[in-house]
T-cell receptor, first 112, second 113 residues
Framework: QKEVEQNSGPLSVPEGAIASLNCTYSDRVSQSFFWYRQYSGKSPELIMS????GDKEDGRFTAQLNKASQYVSLLIRDSQPSDSATYLCAVNRGGSNYKLTFGKGTLLTVNP | DAGITQSPRHKVTETGTPVTLRCHQTENHRYMYWYRQDPGHGLRLIHY???????DKGEVSDGYSVSRSKTEDFLLTLESATSSQTSVYFC????????????FGPGTRLTVT
């Protein structure tokens, strides 16, 4: 069973702080990694994709990938109350496999 | 907005009745997916499609069937609904290519009484 693990939270951070969300995966051949944001009662929204080791930055978001450690993280700088949501990590094996395996998500609360 | 709609958005049905959920996309994407999301379980893949009439099972396919007779429509059918199928159902698409990104529809909340 290929798994994606995330801390369920809740992770609580003050407004303006850095929120750090972590994800580990068990399938060593995983090639593509995604972070989704899901507000309560809404559908998941893709916010970051990362395919290579290292960091990828997009605005206040930075995704970090370490394939040797089977670890991917999402940093949110200058956290805002509007960032309060559940963040889902998803992993793909690549090749002809177009399926994603999702973690159960981490609930982030940003306190004003 | 990935041009995905789901219908109905909400449905209450009784145990034992058949239910069909529809996912419609406007962009001619090849890959389409049905997920269910439940507290404590996260998103779980039910079935997916990689083309017209080409479908395959996901991890929780028992009790569900799918059909895709047109590129734009992917139907999920519960042949005889059970209370354990009460859930939020999401459709997703993946644009052709090697990015493997998926984009989700707005979801259908199904309650089986």
């Amino acid at each position: 069973q290929k798994e994606v693990e995330q801390n369920s939270g809740p992770l609580s951070v003050p407004e303006g702080a850095i929120a750090s969300l972590n994800c580990t995966y068990s399938d060593r051949v995983s090639q593509s990694f995604f972070w989704y944001r899901q507000y309560s009662g809404k559908s998941p929204e893709l916010i970051m994709s990362i395919y290579s080791n290292g960091d990828k930055e997009d605005g206040r978001f930075t995704a970090q990938l370490n394939k040797a450690s089977q670890y991917v993280s999402l940093l949110i700088r200058d956290s805002q109350p509007s960032d309060s949501a559940t963040y889902l990590c998803a992993v793909n094996r690549g090749g002809s496999n177009y399926k994603l395996t999702f973690g159960k998500g981490t609930l982030l609360t940003v306190n004003p | 907005d990935a041009g995905i709609t789901q219908s109905p958005r909400h449905k209450v049905t009784e145990t034992g009745t058949p239910v069909t959920l529809r996912c419609h996309q406007t962009e001619n994407h090849r890959y389409m997916y049905w997920y269910r999301q439940d507290p404590g379980h996260g998103l779980r893949l039910i079935h997916y499609s990689y083309g017209v009439k080409d479908t395959d099972k996901g991890e929780v396919s028992d009790g569900y069937s799918v059909s895709r007779s047109k590129t734009e429509d992917f139907l999920l059918t519960l042949e005889s609904a059970t209370s354990s199928q009460t859930s939020v159902y999401f459709c997703a698409i993946s644009p052709s290519g090697l990015s493997y990104e998926q984009y989700f529809g707005p979801g259908t909340r199904l309650t089986v009484t």
